[in-house]
Structure formats: structure tokens, C-alpha cells
């Protein structure tokens, strides 16, 4: 299967994020050789190294853009406040957060 070079468009919360897939090199020179994917909220975009990236990587990271819309990175939570966040988070938003992360694994030919 192709990778995909074009952004892969999303929707959080009713905003769009996209997904860029980028070949080990430009990955690296970018975002560091020390990790396979980056969520960058300001920008509302995820970076993926191609051909380094897992199923669970890509929910990590889409699970990141769902905070963000949600403001955690602004909150001063305790831990059971973030725990609790999640878990609400992933009782609301866990099939558009799978069915996301499908179409992206899809364009990454995972």
C-alpha cells in the first residue's frame, strides 16, 4: 500500500488537525531521531515517521490532539483530575478516535 503524501485532514472537536506522514530523514531532521511521531497543538498537526509507526503510536498521538481541544494542557489537574479526564475522554470519543486512527493507519500502509 502507498503512503500518503498529501496531509490526511481531521476533525477534533470540530476543528481540523492533519496528519503528515514523513520519510525517516525528513522526520529526523525535523522532530529528532529519538522518537516516531510528534503531536504539535498549536499547529494542529501530527507528524508520523513512515515506516516507524505503530497502531498504538497513532492513538497516542490522536489522543493528544483531544486533549488539547479539551484545554488539559491549560488545566493544573491533580492526578486523579487527569485520570478522570481520560477516562470521561475515553468514554465519549474512543470509536472517533479508533475510526480516526484507521484512516490514518490506512495512508501510513500500516
Same mark, same amino acid.
Given at each position: 500500500?502507498a503512503?500518503?503524501?498529501?496531509p490526511?485532514? @481531521?476533525?477534533?472537536?470540530g476543528?481540523?488537525?492533519t496528519?503528515h506522514?514523513?520519510?525517516?530523514?525528513? @522526520?529526523s531532521?525535523?522532530?529528532g531521531?529519538?522518537?516516531?511521531a510528534?503531536?504539535?497543538?498549536?499547529?494542529?498537526a501530527?507528524y508520523?515517521r513512515? /515506516?516507524e509507526?505503530?497502531k498504538?503510536t497513532v492513538?497516542h498521538?490522536?489522543f493528544h490532539?483531544?486533549?488539547s481541544?479539551? /484545554?488539559?494542557?491549560?488545566m493544573?489537574?491533580?492526578?486523579?483530575q487527569?485520570?478522570?479526564?481520560c477516562?470521561?475522554? @475515553?468514554?465519549?470519543h474512543?470509536?472517533?478516535?479508533?475510526?480516526?486512527?484507521g484512516?490514518i493507519?490506512?495512508?501510513? /500502509?500500516?
Open positions: 500500500m503512503v500518503s503524501k498529501r490526511i485532514k @481531521f476533525a477534533v472537536c476543528k481540523e488537525w496528519a506522514c514523513l520519510a525517516p530523514s525528513t @522526520f531532521r525535523r522532530h531521531k529519538k522518537t516516531v510528534i503531536t504539535l497543538c498549536d499547529d494542529k501530527i508520523f513512515i /515506516g509507526t505503530s498504538e492513538i498521538e490522536i490532539a483531544f486533549l481541544e479539551h /484545554g488539559a494542557s491549560s493544573d489537574l491533580t492526578a486523579v487527569m485520570e478522570e479526564l477516562a470521561e475522554m @475515553f468514554s465519549k474512543a470509536e472517533l478516535i479508533l475510526a480516526t486512527a484512516i493507519m490506512a495512508s501510513l /500502509g500500516i
